[in-house]
């Protein structure tokens, strides 16, 4: 039977039948409330705007962005790119505990799918655009080891015309005396690198800079099309939006009731909700960190964005205004380690979790909100978070769920 939304609340007052009690909750046994928090969770083809980078949604950009996203020659090694971490065929994860670039990253890979949305990137939120959060691995020694007077040469020589396209022709950095083969700056002013770099002239370190900072934000402005296309789960959503009570039949009952625990008694929603279910905050979960000790999170990742080279407020920004920035406050009571909430697209996919990638399937984690065997070493536990006793049927069903939110990534986002 097909119903609207409105008489499947018993609100259609016209009717020649004999007035029926009100429905409620309808057939589905979703309330009115729960039925607005399903549209909200709905895959939607949106941008989240972002003022710090003029090129955000410029196509050229894109374009550039997305061939740099996929070139090793950005790596000195010729070894690594983006994607050797951020691999498309396993949702832009890389199905490691930790990363793996040069060296070992001292936490796991997250996905770059729908990562543009939130104000804040990296498990700490250290960066706070996706132009800045792409000088991280570029320049980590760990990751792909890179430095911003290698990637300039790239942008001037290999990617010459799609560079001059958005920005205009790169300049000339073939005089040897003036731009060294690699440099960068560096927090410790004795490696070579940052010889080198301290070694140029002023004008010449702000052009290389420059340079790189375009290069950034087409990258960044490629990993905005970077986003899980429709899931059964939304099929399910515009089938009930359309009247169909059954949801078009497009989850099954063990996907419906693990959708229920979701909103209901697991309280999952209250920090993984919107499209990408994810509040884009930080919370801390008190899980153990595999290799001991324990990891400072946001109130390191707060101090560390808000003096950053490459923050809103900084001159490189296109932003006239950085509210986010100005009422941070990296002393916040909640903040020791805290993590951004990950998303759960695709999530039954990209196994190992959590940012120290110690739970190796969706059951350790279910396991881990079921008992809350650990405290957390510094900082408090989330105090929304109880110990869910979750039967071995619901954390079936809560899998089930999960299931339904796969969904094949956008062509767009694939190498070129
Ligand atoms: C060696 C593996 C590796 C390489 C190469 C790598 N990344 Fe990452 N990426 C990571 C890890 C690990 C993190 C999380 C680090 C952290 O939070 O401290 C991360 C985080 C991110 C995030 C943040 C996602 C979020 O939700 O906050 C984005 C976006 C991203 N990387 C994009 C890139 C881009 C763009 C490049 C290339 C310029 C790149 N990565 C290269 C491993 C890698
Ligand atoms: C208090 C906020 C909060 C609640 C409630 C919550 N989560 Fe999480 N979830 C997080 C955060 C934060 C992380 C990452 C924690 C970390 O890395 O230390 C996370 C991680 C996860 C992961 C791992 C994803 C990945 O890519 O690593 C899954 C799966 C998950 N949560 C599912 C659930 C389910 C299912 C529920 C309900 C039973 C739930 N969460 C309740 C905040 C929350």
């Not at 250290?126 to 132009?131: E, P």
């Not at 903040?335 to 350790?364: E, I, Q």
């Not at 065997?373 to 071995?392: A, I, M, W």
Request: glycine share 10%; with cysteine; aromatic share 8%.
């Amino acid at each position: 039977m097909r119903l609207g939304w409105i008489a499947a609340l018993g609100l259609a007052a016209c009717t020649t039948e004999a007035p029926r009690p009100a429905a409620r909750p309808s057939s589905t046994g979703w309330t009115a409330d729960e039925r607005a928090q399903l549209t909200k969770l709905r895959m939607v083809d949106w941008l989240a705007k972002d003022p710090t980078n003029s090129w955000a949604d410029d196509p050229k950009a894109i374009a550039l962005g997305r061939a740099l996203f996929y070139d090793k020659s950005l790596s000195p090694s010729g070894s690594y790119a983006c994607s050797s971490c951020h691999d498309p065929s396993k949702h832009f994860t890389d199905g490691l505990p930790v990363a793996q670039g040069v060296g070992t990253a001292g936490r796991h890979t997250p996905t770059v799918e729908g990562a543009q949305h939130g104000p804040w990137f990296f498990w700490d939120g250290r960066a706070d655009s996706m132009w800045a959060q792409a000088s991280g691995p570029l320049e980590n020694p760990v990751e792909m080891g890179s430095d911003r007077m290698r990637v300039a040469r790239v942008l001037s020589t290999a990617h010459r015309d799609a560079y001059a396209a958005v920005f205009g022709p790169p300049p000339d950095l073939t005089d040897a005396a003036r731009f060294p083969a690699d440099a960068r700056p560096d927090g410790d002013a004795t490696v070579p690198l940052a010889i080198a770099w301290s070694g140029m002239a002023d004008a010449d370190r702000t052009l290389v800079t420059g340079m790189f900072v375009n290069g950034l934000k087409a990258i960044a402005a490629f990993e905005r099309t970077v986003l899980p296309g429709d899931a059964p789960f939304d099929a399910y959503v515009d089938a009930l939006h359309g009247g169909d009570l059954t949801g078009g039949g497009k989850l099954d009952e063990a996907a419906v009731r693990g959708l229920r625990l979701f909103l209901r008694d697991g309280n999952c929603i209250a920090c993984h909700h919107g499209p990408l279910f994810t509040d884009g905050a930080f919370h801390n979960l008190g899980t153990p960190e595999p290799r001991g000790g324990f990891d400072p999170g946001r109130s390191v990742g707060a101090s560390a964005v808000k003096t950053a080279e490459f923050n809103c407020e900084s001159g490189w920004s296109d932003a006239p205004d950085c509210p986010e920035l100005r009422y941070l406050n990296p002393d916040f009571l909640d903040f020791p380690s805290a993590f951004k909430t990950p998303t759960l697209r695709n999530v039954t996919l990209t196994a190992p979790y959590m940012h120290h990638g110690g739970m190796k399937d969706l059951d350790a984690v279910l396991e881990f909100y079921s008992a809350l065997p650990t405290q957390p070493v510094v900082g408090h536990r989330e105090l929304t978070l109880k110990p869910l006793n979750l039967t071995p049927a619901q954390r079936e069903d809560l899998k089930a769920f999960l299931r339904s939110l796969e969904a094949p990534v956008r062509p767009e986002a694939l190498p070129p």
